[in-house]
């Protein structure tokens, strides 16, 4: 269902919505309500133009004379009968001010009008497209209004009888379904069309009433294409019940198609000129001057017939305004074709034949327009002038009226025109700088995490069996200095096994270069090694002489432990003074290599770093006591070398004859 609310302000012309203002503040004042009805609403909910109004009121719409008058409103007429009056608002504006009546037919064509609340007002009416209201009061404003569903039939373009007797009692719903047919191209429903016959053939259009016909005589003039219109009804045959004199035979096709196309030009430069006085004039050229005169005495509104009658002097007066010499300037003969009453310069230009007025119409129309193309819009937007600042159309205006009247026709006089419409710049953004600390805090939140989830991973299923050995002992690469007592039982350890320091770390490094054993057998070449001196795994800092060794790997989820079963290099047996787990700067003496430390449980966290889990170094243990020992593995691990691969399961080596290699000097 579409928003009436925005149909009310977008489909109305200003004036239109200008004229519902003042009956809205009218009605508020006398404490009555009022509805937006019949053909308007119809238009609105349809697409059509809307081209007049009918309000519905709460009351006696006859009490409202004085306050209308004094708003601007002109009476056009009025009916005592219906207590209805006829309206004209500024812009030529139509309205129908109605009271809410039901009718009762005691003879065909004779209705008997009854106060009545709006409910029963729009199930009086004559098709149910026409029986729908908008509510224009305070707290319901734009509410629709369709107990006979209406807006299905508009939707299906359809005409359908609110009453079954509805020809019957009023014949001039015959007229009028004639011509909603020929303007609207809608058509009636199969038991509106058999009714619409029997009441053609029954002849009930002889019961037509003096108000009726006024009112269906005048509506061929309202009507956007009245030869249209009066053509079907002639051909229907209700001209003969209306105005016999009156045919299409009387009017001047060619002129009204003349006066329909300088209409729609005026439209388009923002004149909303109401054709229904020329069209008229036109419609009915060809008839007597009698026969004109009894016609103009049966129309509904007599202020109609009076606007129809000035046409001519209403050209005058706008002729000699318009050639006058203040407006002979552009600007000026341009505001004034926008400030004076349409009608009359749609009837001076259609009917005048002055070279000098032709010649101001040709610039209004064609010369004039062609100004807007050379608005300069990129400067605008160059300057920061864009639609939503306040009074931009108002500066569009003013610059266009510059243009026709020859004026900033350079780039410069444009620039200096527009510099006092131009909004300062916009302030800078400031971009906000994280600070040491919080850049800090962040990177460690992000590790915490990353941890938490290599941990998780382990924990979930990893073969530690694969990663570690398979020995009850677990071997950790501690760095020098930074557990004293475990550095001193260590190299007992060594000691027991008869092997100094030195000659393990002679073995090893003739191992890593493939030197020959003591034995007179070749050494196997290890992995060629890293220039880059070994990093210890806790502290992160190199160890100084050891560039073909490469560092210790710690198993993936626990950070500063190797892996179980991977062979470290031993620690010296000399204390040091231990190293804070912060990396060193790389100007700073480095620190000794990692060491080789058999442990039976876990070794203490190092600063700064995290722990794995409780539950996953006890299910590591409990796996490692579960597998079987094999034999020499502590031999074998001893013998491995110190960039054996982390993770790979390998059979122990033989043991190599212990013999002592030869000290390097």
């Known amino acids: ?295 103009k005495k049966l129309m509904l509104r007599p202020g109609f017939v009076e606007e129809w009658n000035s046409l001519d002097s209403l050209a005058g007066g706008f002729a000699k305004v318009l050639l006058a010499k203040q407006n002979a300037v552009p600007s000026a003969s341009f505001k004034l074709f926008t400030s004076y009453d349409p009608e009359a310069v749609l009837w001076l230009g259609f009917t005048s034949k002055n070279p000098a007025v032709i010649e101001r119409y040709n610039q209004f129309l064609k010369v004039w327009p062609e100004a807007k193309q050379r608005m300069p819009y990129l400067l605008m937007q160059e300057m920061r002038i864009t639609p939503e600042l306040p009074r931009y159309s108002e500066l569009l205006h003013a610059i266009f009226l510059q243009l026709i009247d020859g004026r900033l026709t350079t780039p410069e006089e444009m620039r200096a025109f527009l510099e006092p419409y131009s909004p300062p710049a916009p302030p800078p953004q400031v971009s906000i700088k994280k600070t040491r600390a919080r850049r800090s805090a962040e990177s460690k939140i992000k590790d915490l995490e990353d941890e938490e989830e290599s941990e998780g991973a382990i924990a979930g299923g990893d073969d530690l069996d694969e990663i570690g050995g398979e020995d009850d002992e677990m071997e950790m690469a501690l760095p020098k200095g930074e557990i004293a007592d475990e550095a001193d039982e260590d190299a007992e350890d060594d000691e027991e096994q008869g092997e100094s320091v030195p000659e393990t770390a002679s073995k090893r490094k003739s191992s890593a270069k493939g030197e020959t054993r003591a034995d007179g057998k070749a050494g196997k070449a290890g992995p060629v090694a890293s220039t880059k001196p070994p990093v210890a795994p806790s502290t992160g800092i190199p160890a100084p002489g050891k560039k073909s060794a490469p560092a210790a790997l710690p198993a993936p989820g626990m950070k500063g432990k190797p892996a179980a079963g991977v062979s470290q290099p031993p620690a010296s047996p000399i204390k040091a003074k231990p190293v804070p787990a912060k990396a060193a700067p790389a100007t700073k003496k480095p620190a000794a290599p990692p060491k080789a430390v058999k442990l039976q449980k876990p070794a203490p966290k190092a600063p700064g770093k995290a722990v794995a889990k409780p539950a996953a170094k006890t299910a590591a243990k409990k796996q490692a006591k579960a597998a079987p020992a094999r034999p020499m593995a502590k031999k074998a691990k001893a013998a491995r070398p110190a960039s054996a691969k982390v993770g790979k399961s390998s059979k122990p080596a033989k043991p190599a004859p212990r013999k002592h290699a030869k000290k390097r000097r």
């Not at 939707?155 to 007229?175: D, H, K, M, Q």
């Not at 509506?219 to 002639?234: D, F, N, S, T, Y």
Request: with cysteine; charged share 25%; net charge negative.
């Open 1 to 295: 269902m579409p928003d009436y609310i925005y149909l009310l302000e977008n489909r109305l012309s200003a004036d239109q919505r200008h004229a519902l203002h003042q009956l809205r503040e009218a009605a508020g004042n006398a404490g009555t309500i009022l509805f937006l009805t019949g053909d308007a609403v119809r238009d609105l909910t349809s697409g059509h133009a809307v081209r007049e109004l009918e309000v519905a009121i709460h009351g006696n719409a006859l009490k409202f004379k004085k306050p209308i008058e004094k708003m601007g409103g002109k009476i056009w007429g009025e009916d005592e009968e219906s207590r209805s009056l006829y309206l004209c608002f500024p812009g030529t504006v139509r309205v129908d001010l109605i009271s809410t009546h039901r009718v009762e037919f005691p003879k065909p064509g004779r209705p008997v009008f009854h106060p009545a609340s709006i409910q029963e007002d729009l199930r009086r009416r004559d098709f149910t497209a026409n029986s729908m209201a908008i509510s224009l009061n305070e707290g319901s404003y734009g509410l629709l209004m369709d107990p006979l569903n209406g807006a299905a039939d508009i939707e299906s373009r359809t005409l359908r009888l609110v009453s079954n007797y509805g020809f019957l009692e009023e014949p001039a719903l015959l007229i009028r379904a004639t011509r909603y047919r020929a303007r609207l191209g809608w058509e009636m429903d199969p038991r509106t069309v058999s009714r619409y016959e029997n009441a053609k053939s029954e002849g009930v259009i002889e019961h037509l009433s003096a108000h009726a016909r006024s009112q269906e005589l005048e509506q061929i003039g309202h009507e956007e294409e009245g030869l249209k219109v009066l053509r079907a009804l002639e051909e229907e045959g209700w001209m003969t019940a209306l105005y016999p004199a009156w045919t299409v035979g009387k009017a001047d096709e060619a002129k009204l198609k003349a006066l329909h196309d300088l209409a729609v030009e005026l439209l388009m430069q923002g004149i909303h000129a109401d054709i229904s006085a020329a069209q008229m004039q036109l419609l009915t050229a060809g008839m007597a001057s009698r026969e004109l005169a009894a016609l």
